[in-house]
């Protein structure tokens, strides 16, 4: 392809055929472009001689930089991460012809994970991108980030369309929409769960936060491209505004929804029966999944695939078989008095608000709840989940999370001063071995945080680590028997 981006001006007469992308002077080879980006930590710049001797022959940067002692073409944008992402688009092409994206600060993986059931039961061949990496009906593959960097992004997108792919859910993060890393994707619709305490340690304010996921809505949806939000949370009106006036297809879900309308729920053991008005028809639903979060999330994805022509009877009808995404309140055993534990990814103060309400009414006893707080993370969400679990948790165990480059004592203890009565304990295994422990009839024990996580983040190294794991070792250890199903 030839140098010269839709966004990007060229200042030079070279338009080199370019063999590849990336904005990582260390993953340059020969024939590359490299775009130079100025980030949190580094200026791309600094780099641009390293990339240009490995090999680079076109450097992409902002409007101000300087050509000064290099040789290759310098591509200068007002915006260069978009310049880079249209790029990636036009490098790699394909892309599965239904493309979805879902948003906001909590729902988002598991949403994606259910449209992808709901379309794989129509017949589609389906595919989720995110959190927990790239989920087709053939397998998975592992991600980095939520939402991948545009040029990852665009080579997945291709080889999914290559294999087949028709239909993809992918999750919108933040940092993901702010950094232009979604520009260029063709989406079909998008999706608004809700908005929360979180990433204040990236962005300035919450409103920069909230601004940052209605790029989705103002910026990547085509007009006329249905925009599914829930309308039971803080903040959904101002997102109806900002879609409305993009002139998308509103659709409402929810107790307050107008596109799907949640007239009831009742419990059934871990399962709940919705009843579900969509155009003027009654809809009853036994969703096989415990939480009022996931009734939300079901009626998000629900939205998604009306909107995108799916038929209301298939629709509900794949409701009934849906199975949560890993380790969203997964059941991973009990003791033998028959005291169930689960493990769930609330790494925020409304998830575990929400994970904790999901599971007190199957407490006869004491709720146990066992977590900590990510290092190198919004700082100001510490107190705020230690005052979470001391509201709705009965006995509450401070531990650690990922400590990246902090001192996981000095976390422990920004939740500890926020949770009077709490246990601190250091070490994750050893709390949730104690908590075990702890369990009596009667009781449920909730450990959050990590889910699905295979590894806890130590500096900069990567520890196995799983809490399924580590619930099995608990229960094992104490001579509990585990249950078969997850
Ligand atoms: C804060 C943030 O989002 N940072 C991401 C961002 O890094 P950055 O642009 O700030 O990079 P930087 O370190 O300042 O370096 C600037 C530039 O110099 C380049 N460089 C640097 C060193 C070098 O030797 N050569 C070189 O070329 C870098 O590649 C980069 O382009 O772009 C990088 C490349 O894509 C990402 O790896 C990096 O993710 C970091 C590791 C990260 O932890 N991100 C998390 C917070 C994140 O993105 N999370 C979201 C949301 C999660 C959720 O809520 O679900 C996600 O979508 O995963
Ligand atoms: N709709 C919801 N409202 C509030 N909390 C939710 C909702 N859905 C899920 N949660 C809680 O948030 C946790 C994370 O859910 P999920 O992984 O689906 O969200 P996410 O938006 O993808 O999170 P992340 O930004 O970390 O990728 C769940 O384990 C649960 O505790
Ligand atoms: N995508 C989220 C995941 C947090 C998961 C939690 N285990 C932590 O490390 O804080 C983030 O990077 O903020
Ligand atoms: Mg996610």
Redesign the pocket.
């Known amino acids: 392809m030839a140098a010269r981006g839709p966004a990007a001006d060229t200042s030079t007469a070279a338009t080199p055929e370019i063999s590849g992308l990336t904005?990582?002077?260390?993953q340059v080879r020969p024939g590359m472009l490299?775009?130079?980006?100025?980030?949190?930590?580094?200026?791309?710049m600094a780099?641009a001689k390293?990339?240009e001797a490995a090999g680079a022959v076109a450097v992409l940067a902002g409007e101000a930089a300087n050509a000064e002692g290099l040789s290759v073409a310098l591509l200068r944008a007002a915006e260069p991460r978009r310049a880079l992402a249209l790029l990636a688009a036009r490098f790699y092409r394909a892309q599965p012809d239904t493309i979805a994206a879902v948003t906001g600060t909590n729902g988002?993986t598991s949403v994606a994970a259910f449209l992808r059931q709901i379309w794989a039961t129509a017949g589609h061949d389906a595919a989720s991108l995110g959190?927990i990496g790239i989920i087709t009906n053939a397998g998975e593959r592992p991600l980095?980030?939520?939402?991948p960097?545009p040029v990852v992004l665009h080579k997945a997108l291709a080889d999914l369309a290559n294999e087949g792919v028709t239909h993809l859910a992918l999750?919108a993060?933040?940092?993901?929409l702010d950094?232009h890393?979604l520009d260029g994707v063709r989406f079909s619709a998008g999706a608004f769960t809700n908005i929360t305490r979180?990433?204040l340690d990236?962005h300035p304010t919450f409103e920069d936060y909230f601004n940052a996921k209605m790029r989705l809505f103002r910026d990547l949806l085509p007009s006329g491209a249905p925009a599914i939000i829930d309308a039971d949370g803080d903040h959904a009106d101002d997102v109806v505004g900002t879609a409305r006036a993009k002139k998308l297809d509103v659709m409402t879900v929810g107790e307050r929804g107008a596109a799907l309308c949640l007239k009831g729920v009742e419990r059934d053991g871990f399962r709940q029966r919705l009843s579900i008005i969509y155009r003027g028809r009654l809809f009853t639903v036994l969703l096989p999944l415990a939480g009022a979060f996931q009734v939300s999330n079901a009626l998000v994805s629900a939205g998604l695939a009306l909107g995108l022509g799916s038929s209301a009877g298939g629709v509900f009808e794949a409701l009934e078989t849906l199975r949560g995404a890993k380790g969203r309140l997964d059941y991973v055993g009990e003791t033998s008095a028959g005291a169930p534990i689960f493990v769930d990814y609330a790494h925020t103060p409304d998830a575990l608000v929400k994970a904790l309400e999901a599971l007190r009414p199957y407490v006869t006893g004491r709720l146990h709840v066992v977590f900590g707080c990510g290092g190198d993370r919004d700082r100001g969400k510490r107190p705020e989940m230690g005052r979470a679990a001391t509201a709705n948790a009965d006995m509450v165990y401070v531990t650690d999370d990922n400590p990246r480059s902090e001192e996981p004592a000095a976390i422990r203890a920004a939740i500890m001063a926020a949770a009077p009565g709490a246990t601190e304990i250091d070490g994750r295994a050893e709390a949730i071995a104690t908590a075990v422990g702890n369990l009596e009839r009667g009781d449920v024990l909730l450990v959050a945080g990590k889910g699905h996580e295979t590894g806890q983040i130590v500096g900069t190294k990567v520890i196995p680590y799983s809490d399924h794991e580590a619930v099995a070792a608990a229960l094992a250890a104490i001579g509990e028997r585990r249950a078969s199903h997850a």
């Open positions: 904005a990582d002077s260390r490299f775009a130079a980006l100025s980030g949190t930590k580094a200026d791309g780099y390293a990339a988002k959190t980095s980030h939520t939402t960097d999750e993060s933040s940092h993901g950094q890393r979180d990433h990236y």
